[in-house]
């Protein structure tokens, strides 16, 4: 693909992705096939300039769709952001761009689509979201920019896999006023470490 980000070897024949030069700029143009949540990001094999450097969510809707930033909530798990410079591979990964998030506040009985984007570098994690009772539950809707059929939609605990590159769509409607926690803890040769981050969620009455 002409728009993958590798400067000198994405596309083919004579069209070949140039290099970007300091304070210059590359253009992409192209029609999304289909609606569904996306990114992106710089790219090198390295990992470091993608802990680095930007990153960010692209979200294709159906025609006529809108987005609506009260219900429609995103989370991007990174190995450290743009503002953070280098980051740290061993150190718990950051999300929205924080190692120590902001508190999210949601309100009890709304119906959310949780966006979740994992761009980290090179890891893999286990998202978790609990309750003041303990495990919450979700819905999953799409993986990977692509809604699921009903048959793999249906309620589960809210807890799933996640990688770099790896997208998921959840509905999450909060039962109970109270605090709750989102978790991304890295997972290292198959096994869960202890490098946890957590995102506050705080669940308001109406």
């Known amino acids: 693909s002409y728009f993958d980000g590798v400067g000198g070897w994405s596309g083919m024949g004579r069209r070949i992705a140039p290099m970007i030069a300091p304070n210059d700029s590359f253009v992409a143009r192209f029609t999304p096939p289909r609606a569904g949540t996306f990114m992106y990001h710089v790219h090198s094999e390295d990992g470091d300039e993608l802990s680095s450097g930007p990153y960010a969510p692209l979200l294709v809707l159906e025609p006529g769709q809108r ?8 989370f991007i798990i990174g190995t450290a952001g743009p503002a953070a410079g280098r980051g740290d591979m061993d150190a718990p990964a950051f999300i929205n761009g924080k190692a120590t998030p902001d508190t999210v506040a949601l309100v009890v009985g709304t119906t959310y689509r949780l966006r979740v984007i994992d761009i980290s570098a090179n890891d893999a994690h286990t998202l978790s ?3 003041p009772a303990g495990p919450a539950t979700w819905r999953v809707l799409a993986r990977d920019g692509r809604d699921l059929p009903a048959d793999q939609t249906t309620p589960g605990l809210a807890r799933e896999n996640t990688a770099a590159g790896v997208t998921r769509d959840f509905e999450f409607t909060p039962a109970t006023v109270g605090d709750y926690t989102l978790t991304a803890t890295t997972i290292a040769k198959g096994t869960l470490t202890s490098l946890v981050t957590t995102m506050p969620i705080r669940v308001r009455a109406p």
Do not use: I, K, S, W
């Not at 987005?67 to 995103?74: G, I, K, L, S």
């Open 67 to 74: 987005f609506d930033p009260q219900t429609d909530r995103v």
């Open 129 to 131: 979201l609990r309750g």
